[in-house]
C-alpha cells in the first residue's frame, strides 16, 4: 500500500511540473567590486549577460551580500517577467510589473502577486574587496 501511494505521489508531482515554467540553470561565476554595490541597504543589477535575465545583488548586512536572478519565478519563460528594485537609493522589495508580484528583498519570498516560489538565489563570497556570485 505504501509503495502504491508512493509512485501515485511520483507520479502526479511529475505530471504537474511544468519544466517551461522553471527558472533554467545557467552556469554564473563573477566578481564585482564591493564598493560598486554601495552600503549596506543598497542594490544594484548586473547586465544582462549574467543569470537568465541578469543578476541583482543587495548589499544585506555589513559583509554579507545576497545575490537573486532578475527573472521573475512566476512565468520566467515570458520576457517582461522580470524583476525590479522598488526603490534603487532606498530598496524594500523586488516587484515585477509584469504579473505584479512582489517579493521579499531578504529572502526572495513572494508576498503578493501570483508567484508562489521564491526568487532564484545564487551563493555569494566577500573577501573584503570583491563579492563573487556563483552557482
Given at each position: 500500500?505504501?509503495?502504491?501511494?508512493?509512485?501515485?505521489?511520483?507520479?502526479?508531482?511529475?505530471?504537474?511540473?511544468?519544466?517551461?515554467?522553471?527558472?533554467?540553470?545557467?552556469?554564473?561565476?563573477?566578481?564585482?567590486?564591493?564598493?560598486?554595490?554601495?552600503?549596506?541597504?543598497?542594490?544594484?543589477?548586473?547586465?544582462l549577460s549574467y543569470g537568465v535575465r541578469g543578476?541583482?545583488?543587495?548589499?544585506?548586512?555589513?559583509?554579507?551580500?545576497?545575490?537573486?536572478?532578475?527573472?521573475?519565478?512566476?512565468?520566467?519563460?515570458?520576457?517582461?517577467?522580470?524583476?525590479?528594485?522598488?526603490?534603487?537609493?532606498?530598496?524594500?522589495?523586488?516587484?515585477?510589473?509584469?504579473?505584479?508580484?512582489?517579493?521579499?528583498?531578504?529572502?526572495?519570498?513572494?508576498?503578493?502577486?501570483?508567484?508562489?516560489?521564491?526568487?532564484?538565489?545564487?551563493?555569494?563570497?566577500?573577501?573584503?574587496?570583491?563579492?563573487?556570485?556563483?552557482?
Amino acid at each position: 500500500m505504501k509503495n502504491l501511494f508512493a509512485l501515485s505521489m511520483l507520479i502526479i508531482l511529475t505530471f504537474s511540473c511544468n519544466e517551461e515554467d522553471l527558472i533554467p540553470e545557467t552556469f554564473v561565476n563573477f566578481q564585482i567590486q564591493a564598493s560598486d554595490i554601495g552600503g549596506v541597504g543598497q542594490a544594484i543589477y548586473t547586465d544582462l549577460s549574467y543569470g537568465v535575465r541578469g543578476i541583482v545583488i543587495y548589499h544585506s548586512d555589513i559583509d554579507q551580500y545576497i545575490a537573486y536572478d532578475r527573472a521573475c519565478s512566476y512565468r520566467p519563460s515570458d520576457p517582461c517577467e522580470v524583476i525590479h528594485l522598488d526603490d534603487e537609493n532606498s530598496p524594500t522589495y523586488f516587484e515585477d510589473e509584469c504579473c505584479d508580484s512582489r517579493f521579499l528583498i531578504t529572502d526572495g519570498t513572494p508576498f503578493s502577486g501570483p508567484a508562489i516560489i521564491p526568487l532564484k538565489r545564487y551563493n555569494t563570497s566577500y573577501d573584503g574587496v570583491y563579492v563573487r556570485v556563483y552557482n
